[in-house]
């Protein structure tokens, strides 16, 4: 009878412990899809308002397409602060702790967006309206740099063995909920509000709603604890006294090959999004709502494709994965030019589908790719600063570029640039993979 008691208690306390496992598995799940989820949204709002009213709004008037481009360059700015959010949101992420970094960086995402919302015009107050629309979109940028590889560390950081690439994935589900979500939310002001009525007070909605998902989002990240491995990782041997000087001296090759290959994902994405958005709504003249439905329906299969890949990437690795997504966006990036060319919409959401699906396999692997580039003490700045620093390469010039391209020699080579940059992330997958 003893000895069954015994046999007993043990397998209902092995019960606990799976179901305890099983509970804070769902807890870091729903952390680091809801964080992330967050400040994508509000990452992505200003790069749907940049292509659609930010121009007029915000930056005296020469021409549309001038308006244009200077609107595209304040969504640029962010990328340039992103790597600097990287190093210090690192920083501390690898000294102190995954938890209390990540809602750090939430909040100054979350009130540099809030603060947009209450903005005054070009009209109301001259040459400070820009000024400060660029500050707060740097602000922007330097949350949004400590996030990513904080809420990949937590995903992967407490997965189960050979789960780490679907644990990865959830992080980056994020970007396509925070796109639908915006978006979505600018469809449907669009479709309920006259173009007067948008352009005087509505696009300032998506920003002032944000503060409500920002609270959500900290109310989930304040229940969680920190990641075993930098746990024990910390109680081994103390953090590296300045962990960015550390990766620079002894990691610079990864941290350089990392930085490469994450450049295809935001080539593609910006490209699909915020570039499409725009000529499709000022060059194709276009209706808003019906351009930002088709975006809406071409974002479902990024959001497949992440889910896809992180099964695949388990199942092979990630950088197979990776390879593959970059060889197909090389491809595909020959004909989004004359795809977009033809005005139709039939198929500009067949282009725009078949890339954002390519978008799913060039960045639903990087949660698991980046952090297995750097030793856990110094994962946060690691992969934050490849992550970012690919965001420059990739994405900031991406809307910019293509829109020159179009002044200089028509639609038909703006896919070249997602070519190239995903020729440069085969180059940085190639060496990482030789390690």
């Known amino acids: 009878m003893a000895t069954g008691a015994v046999q007993a208690v ?4 092995d019960d606990m412990g799976g179901i305890g496992a099983m509970l804070r598995h769902k807890r870091v799940l729903a952390a680091s899809l809801i964080g992330t989820a967050v400040e994508f949204y509000d990452f992505y709002i200003y790069a749907t308002a940049a292509s659609l009213v930010f121009g007029p709004l915000f930056f005296p008037a020469s021409s549309p397409s001038a308006q244009l481009l200077a609107a595209y360059g304040s969504l640029a700015l962010a990328f340039f602060a992103r790597p600097l959010g990287a190093a210090v949101f690192g920083h501390y992420g690898d000294r102190i702790g995954r938890k209390a970094t990540l ?3 939430l909040m100054l995402m979350g009130g540099s967006t809030l603060a947009i919302g209450f903005l005054p015009t070009y009209q109301s107050i001259g040459w400070w309206a820009p000024l400060i629309l660029c500050a707060l979109r740097f602000g922007q940028g330097l949350g949004l740099g400590g996030e990513w590889g904080g809420a990949a560390l937590l995903a992967v950081e407490n997965a189960p063995p050979g789960w780490r ?11 396509p909920v925070g796109f639908l979500a915006a978006n979505g939310l600018f469809l449907i002001l669009g479709t309920f509000l006259t173009d007067q009525d948008f352009f005087a007070w509505g696009w300032r909605l998506p920003f002032l709603g944000s503060a409500v998902l920002v609270l959500l989002g900290l109310w989930i990240r304040l229940k969680l604890t920190e990641t075993p491995e930098f746990s024990a990782a ?7 006294a300045v962990p960015l000087a550390t990766l620079l001296q002894s990691h610079l090759g990864a941290a350089v090959a990392g930085t490469f290959a994450c450049a295809a994902c935001f080539a593609v994405y910006y490209i699909a999004t915020a ?11 276009i209706d808003r709502e019906t351009f930002l439905a088709i975006q809406l329906g071409a974002i479902l299969f990024m959001a497949l494709s992440i889910v896809i890949a992180g099964w695949w990437a388990d199942r092979s690795s990630p950088t197979r994965v990776l390879v593959a997504g970059c060889i197909g966006t090389v491809l595909m990036g020959v004909i989004f030019g004359p795809a977009m060319g033809t005005g139709q919409l039939l198929p500009i959401f067949l282009i725009l589908s078949l890339a954002l699906l390519l978008m799913g396999f ?3 692997p990087l949660g698991a790719y980046l952090p297995h580039l750097f030793p856990v003490q110094l994962r946060y700045t690691g992969a934050s600063f490849a992550f970012n620093l690919g965001g420059i390469i990739g994405g900031a010039m991406a809307p910019i570029v293509a829109t020159w391209l179009i002044q200089v020699q028509g639609v038909e080579l703006v896919g070249l640039y997602m070519s190239a940059a995903a020729a440069l992330s085969l180059i940085g997958l190639w060496f990482t993979s030789r390690k």
Do not use: D, H, I
């Open 103 to 105: 809602v750090t960086s």
């Open 275 to 285: 570039f499409a958005l725009g000529y499709g709504t000022t060059t194709l003249k």
């Open 10 to 13: 043990e397998a209902t306390s």
């Open 234 to 240: 910390r109680a081994e041997t103390p953090p590296p």
């Open 362 to 364: 060039v960045y639903g």
């Open 165 to 175: 690439a679907r644990f990865g994935m959830f992080p980056q589900l994020g970007a």
